[in-house]
C-alpha cells in the first residue's frame, strides 16, 4: 500500500489534465429547402407525414401482410442482428474504461538435475511450488484514446439502429409496392377476360351470320384471330401474378406457396389521395433513417480520428497484484506466503510517429469520404421526394386522360356492334373498335397501377411511419453518448 500511495500522486496530476485528443464531433448543418415540390403545390399539404400509411389504403389483408413482414423478413432478422452485434460491441468497448480483473492460480513440481546436485538425494531435488492470486490491469486514458473508442462504436451503435429503421422502410415498400402490382395485374387479367368474353359473343355472331348466308370467312377468321391474341395475354398475366404471390410470401417471411390461398381473389386497387401530406424539408431530413445512419457514421469516424491521434502519445497502465505463493498447500495461505505487487507502466513508440501520423492520414480520409456521402445521402433524399412527389402527380393526370379514353372506347365499341348487326358497317371495324377498348382499358389498368405505386415511392421517400417500430429491448439498451472531453 507504501507502494500505490507514492504512486497516485502521478496519475492524479495527469488526470487533472487530461483530455480526449483529436477533433470534436460537430454535426454539419445544411442549407434546407423552404418547400418540397412547389410546382405542385396543389397535391401536396404541409401537414406531418402519414404514421404507417398503408393503413390509409383502408386495406385489412394489406395491413396483416405489414405486420407479419415487420415480425418475421429475414432482411429485417438480419438488420437486427447486426444492431444486436453493434451494442455487444459497445458493451465491450466501455468495458474498457474499468480495470480488467482476473484470478490466476497453478502448482508445479520440479525436480533438478543430479549433475546439478550431486550430493542431494532424490527428494531433495524435487521442489513444489503453489501460487494463487487476482491481478488487475487499467489503462490510464489520460489522452482520450479508451474514451474515442467508445465515442466511436457509440455512433456506430446508433447507425445499426438507423439501419433497421431503413431496412424497415425497404422492405415494407417493397410490400406494399408488391401488393399494388398484384392487384393491379389482377385487374388487367379480368380486363383481358372481359374483352376475350366480349370477342367470342363477336365471333359467334360473325359464325351465325356466315352459317346464314350474310358474313363472309374473311370476317371470321379476322375474329378469330382477334380472340386468340387477347387470350394470348391471358396466361402471361397470370404468370406474373405467380410470381408476385411468391414474392410477398417471401417478404413476410414464408415459403413462396404460403400466401396463395390468401391472395388469389382479386381485389380493387387501393384507394389513390388526392393531398398528400409531406411536410417540412427538414423534417425529411431528420426523419429518413439513411440520412440518419450516414451522420452517426461521419460521427464515427471522426472519433476515430482520436483514436489514432492518441497512439502519439504515452500510454500508461496501472497494474496490481495481489496473492499467495508457497512450496506447499498447506503453507499457501500462511500470512509469510502473502504477495502484492502495484506497478505504473508508461508505453511509448515516439520513434514510430510515422506510422501514428499515416493512420492519423487515413483516418481524416475516412471523415472525408463519410462527409461526403452524408451531404451525397442528404442530395439523394430531397431528390428522391421531389421526383417522387413529380411521377405521382403525372400518374394522376395521365390517369384521368386514360379513364376517358377507355370510357369512350367502350362506347365505341358498342355503337360499333349495333352499326355492325343493322348492316351499316363492315366487321373491319367492330375489330378495330374491340382492339382499340381493350388497349385502353389495359392501358387504364396499367396506369393505376403505375399512380398506386408512384404514391408508394412518395411515403418510401418521406419514411413516415417508421422511426417508432424499432424493437423496443434494443432501444432500451442504447446508452447517451459519452462526452468528448
Not at 413482414?69 to 438488420?79: G, P, T
Not at 380486363?191 to 370467312?217: C, F, H, I, K, P
Not at 395475354?233 to 415459403?255: D, F, K, N, S
Request: net charge negative.
Amino acid at each position: 500500500m507504501r507502494a500505490l500511495r507514492n504512486l497516485m500522486p502521478l496519475p492524479l496530476a495527469l488526470a487533472l489534465a487530461a483530455c480526449a485528443v483529436g477533433p470534436d464531433y460537430r454535426a454539419p448543418t445544411l442549407a434546407e429547402p423552404a418547400a418540397l415540390a412547389r410546382a405542385e403545390a396543389e397535391l401536396v399539404t404541409p401537414e406531418a407525414v402519414e404514421r404507417e400509411f398503408w393503413r390509409g389504403f383502408d386495406d385489412p389483408l394489406l395491413s396483416e401482410l405489414v405486420e407479419e413482414a415487420f415480425d418475421a423478413n429475414h432482411d429485417l432478422r438480419i438488420a437486427l442482428a447486426r444492431h444486436d452485434r453493434s451494442l455487444a460491441l459497445l458493451r465491450q468497448s466501455r468495458r474498457d474504461l474499468a480495470p480488467s480483473v482476473t484470478a490466476q492460480g497453478g502448482a508445479s513440481h520440479q525436480r533438478a538435475s543430479a549433475d546439478q546436485m550431486p550430493q542431494a538425494t532424490r527428494s531433495q531435488r524435487d521442489f513444489e511450488s503453489y501460487d494463487a492470486g487476482v491481478a488487475a490491469l487499467w489503462e490510464l486514458d489520460f489522452f482520450g484514446r479508451v474514451r474515442r473508442a467508445v465515442e466511436a462504436q457509440q455512433a456506430e451503435a446508433e447507425a445499426s439502429a438507423a439501419d433497421v429503421r431503413a431496412m424497415q422502410v425497404v422492405v415494407v415498400g417493397e410490400l406494399v409496392d408488391q401488393y399494388v402490382r398484384l392487384r393491379g395485374l389482377q385487374e388487367q387479367l379480368r380486363v383481358a377476360r372481359a374483352n376475350a368474353d366480349n370477342q367470342r359473343e363477336s365471333l359467334a355472331l360473325v359464325e351465325a351470320r356466315l352459317e346464314a348466308g350474310r358474313g363472309t370467312e374473311f370476317d371470321s377468321v379476322r375474329a378469330r384471330a382477334q380472340l386468340e391474341s387477347t387470350l394470348s395475354r391471358i396466361p402471361a398475366l397470370e404468370g406474373e401474378i405467380a410470381a408476385i404471390i411468391h414474392r410477398l410470401a417471401v417478404l413476410t417471411g414464408c415459403e413462396p406457396g404460403a400466401l396463395i390461398a390468401r391472395l388469389e381473389t382479386p381485389a380493387p386497387l387501393p384507394a389513390l389521395h388526392d393531398k398528400v401530406a409531406v411536410g417540412l424539408p427538414g423534417e425529411l431530413l431528420r426523419r429518413r433513417p439513411d440520412i440518419a445512419a450516414a451522420e452517426r457514421r461521419l460521427h464515427a469516424a471522426t472519433a476515430s480520428i482520436g483514436v489514432a491521434t492518441a497512439d502519439l502519445y504515452p500510454r500508461f497502465t496501472l497494474s496490481g497484484l495481489l496473492g499467495t505463493q508457497a512450496a506447499s498447500t498447506g503453507d499457501l495461505f500462511g500470512r509469510d506466503s502473502q504477495t502484492r505487487l502495484v506497478a505504473l507502466g508508461v508505453d511509448w513508440s515516439f520513434l514510430d510517429s510515422g506510422r501514428v501520423r499515416a493512420r492519423m492520414a487515413a483516418a481524416d480520409a475516412d471523415a472525408e469520404a463519410n462527409l461526403a456521402r452524408y451531404e451525397q445521402t442528404v442530395l439523394q433524399a430531397l431528390e428522391e421526394a421531389e421526383t417522387a412527389l413529380a411521377r405521382y402527380a403525372q400518374s394522376l393526370r395521365e390517369r384521368e386522360h386514360l379513364a376517358a379514353a377507355a370510357a369512350a372506347s367502350a362506347e365505341a365499341a358498342r355503337q360499333a356492334r349495333v352499326r355492325f348487326e343493322v348492316g351499316v358497317i363492315d366487321f373491319l371495324e367492330v375489330i378495330d373498335s374491340e382492339r382499340s377498348r381493350l388497349e385502353a382499358e389495359d392501358g387504364l389498368a396499367q396506369s393505376s397501377v403505375r399512380a398506386a405505386t408512384a404514391l408508394v415511392s412518395v411515403y418510401r421517400a418521406l419514411a413516415g411511419g417508421w422511426e417508432e417500430r424499432m424493437d423496443a429491448p434494443r432501444q432500451a439498451n442504447a446508452e447517451p453518448a459519452l462526452s468528448s472531453t
